[in-house]
């Protein structure tokens, strides 16, 4: 990948892509060329990460180095290879609890949103584990130390960063990992932008609203990007066991999909006792 000299604009990030950028994606491109922090919520398959390598492109642009955070060692895996594919295997690093490819010297690295935790604070390598296998979880604090107790923020170690990506960011949710992601976004330093991308996070504007109060600062601002847009359309279908009343898959939802398929109507309780005594079957079904 070869960039253009700066200033950075959305066409040079569009050059990059032999297709063109859908709407949700040249407006969270746009902003985070502004410098600023993006809350991304759009369904699966709908081209997230593609807003992730425009944050990237636009912080190796200014001369910035980008991480890329995944709640799962396998996705860091694939998020790996498909930014090797794009920036070049040289550029890009991974880091993770027990794997450590080229992280020193690579311009984006790519790591479990837990090690991006521990590296914010102060004490780092004494927190918890240091990592995510399965989605298994992590909780907070340090020996017992509370937040506050920890003392300020030493970002050397990311004095290099321009943007940091936090991709499945509604884990902030999770009862047992939520607050790996909560850290992470109030103690990470505020001159680095934020990106947080999404297919299920239930109230964006209120996120967006809440990093905008604890990691904006000096006139920066976060923002939000939604969009229901699915490339692939979403089919509801159901299943029964074989020799049951519908063989195979069916449709869960009428014609118009604005209500059930009428044709489920004998599966009612006493539809399916009447088709079982029909054909010798017992129970209820």
């Known amino acids: 990948l070869s960039l253009a000299p700066p200033p950075l604009t959305l066409r040079d990030v569009e050059s990059v892509y032999d297709f063109p950028l859908d709407g949700f994606q040249r407006d969270a491109t746009k ?32 001369g ?10 396998a996705l860091s895996n694939q998020k790996l290879r498909e930014f090797q594919a794009l920036f070049g295997t040289r550029r890009v690093g991974l880091k993770t609890g027990d794997v450590e490819i080229n ?23 004494d927190i918890g584990s240091a990592d995510a296998v399965d989605g298994s979880g992590l909780g907070g604090g340090v020996g017992g130390a509370s937040i506050g107790e920890l003392g300020g923020v030493s970002d050397g170690r990311l004095d290099d960063v321009g943007v940091v990506v936090l991709d499945e960011v509604h884990y902030l949710a999770d009862a047992s990992r939520g607050t790996v992601w909560e850290e992470t976004i109030i103690y990470c330093p505020p001159r680095i932008q934020l990106l947080c991308l999404s297919a299920t996070v239930g109230n964006p504007d209120d996120l967006a609203g809440w990093i905008q109060e604890v990691h904006c600062r000096g006139g920066q601002r976060c923002d939000t990007i939604v969009s229901d847009y699915r490339p692939v359309p979403l089919n509801w279908h159901f299943s029964m066991k074989p020799g049951r009343m519908w063989p195979g898959l069916g449709p869960l939802l009428s014609r118009r999909g604005d209500q059930l398929n009428p044709e489920l109507f004998p599966f009612t309780k006493e539809g399916v006792r009447n088709w079982n005594a029909a054909n010798g079957g017992g129970g209820s079904g």
Not at 36 to 45: F, I, K, L, N, R
Not at 64 to 73: C, D, E, M, N, V
């Open 103 to 125: 992280a020193t010297d690579a311009d984006v690295v790519v790591m479990t949103t837990e090690i991006l935790r521990n590296m914010l604070y102060p004490s780092a390598g």
């Open 64 to 73: 910035q180095k980008a991480i890329y955070t995944t709640p799962l060692k």
């Open 31 to 62: 902003l985070l060329i502004d410098g600023h922090s993006v809350v991304v919520s759009a369904p699966t398959g709908s081209g997230k990460t593609l807003v992730g390598e425009a944050a990237i492109i636009a912080a190796l642009a200014r």
